[in-house]
């Protein structure tokens, strides 16, 4: 069965540092993926999208890999800052807009 | 621009009521989806619209859950009779042409 895996263990930086974040999957051929940022009792807020067929995508401080080979996604945040602090969820996209999502990982940048 | 509307914002029942939700998309959006977020967990998409008709509902439980989008418009989610595994947040979302998905801030349901 399709899944998708994000580290369900928070992740803890310091302000500047950049933070990395990974999403894998299996079984599963997306046409696209996408990362989504959640702060508590609000509803997630788009990011990036990247294609199967694109390796980086990039936007302001954020930067998103697709290795389709590994089946990975790395979404990089440089010179984080505490307002970045949320948890971010990775999304797989058959097509259709049909989203299936991770459990999401989150992210806390201390001063 | 206005947003994804939603109403209520929170709702705690009894086992075996019912409840309903509603869901305001963003002006314009022809596709509208209903997903339910249970804590700890990412969203699952329950339903997905396309104008006023059903595109997927694969997984919607459709013994207790019912969603309807007349006119192609707003749209309500209903359950009945809930059941306490059913305490999440149901986000209804929208979009237009494209892959950006817009989210509501969701109607909290405790079922208790």
């Known amino acids: 069965s399709q899944k998708i895996e994000q580290n369900s263990e928070a992740l803890n930086i310091q302000e500047g540092k950049t933070a990395t974040l990974t999403c894998n999957y299996t079984?599963?051929?997306?046409?696209?993926l996408q990362w989504y940022r959640q702060d508590p009792g609000r509803g997630p807020v788009f990011l990036l999208l990247?294609?199967?067929?694109?390796k980086e995508k990039r936007k302001e401080r954020l930067k998103v890999t697709f290795d389709t080979t590994l089946k990975q996604s790395l979404f990089h945040i440089t010179a984080s800052q505490p307002a970045d602090s949320a948890t971010y969820l990775c999304?797989?996209?058959?097509?259709?807009?049909?989203?299936?999502f991770g459990t999401g990982t989150q992210l806390k940048v201390e001063l | 621009e206005a947003g994804v509307a939603q109403s209520p914002r929170y709702k705690i029942i009894e086992k075996r009521q019912s409840v309903a939700f509603w869901c305001n998309p963003i002006?314009?959006?022809?596709?509208l989806y209903w997903y339910q977020q249970i804590l700890g967990q990412g969203p699952k998409l329950l339903i997905q619209?396309?104008?006023?008709?059903?595109?997927?509902d694969s997984q919607l439980p459709k013994d207790r859950f019912s969603a309807e989008r007349l006119k192609g418009v707003d749209s309500t989610l209903k359950i009945q009779p809930a059941k306490l595994e059913d305490s999440a947040v149901y986000l209804c979302?929208?979009?237009?042409?494209?892959?950006?998905?817009?989210f509501g801030e969701g109607s909290w349901l405790t079922v208790v």
């Open positions: 619209f396309q104008n006023n008709g059903v595109v997927d």
């Open positions: 079984n599963y051929s997306p046409a696209y």
């Open positions: 979302a929208s979009s237009w042409t494209g892959n950006t998905i817009y």
């Open positions: 990247i294609r199967e067929n694109e």
């Open positions: 999304a797989l996209d058959g097509g259709g807009n049909k989203l299936t």
């Open positions: 002006s314009g959006h022809a596709t």
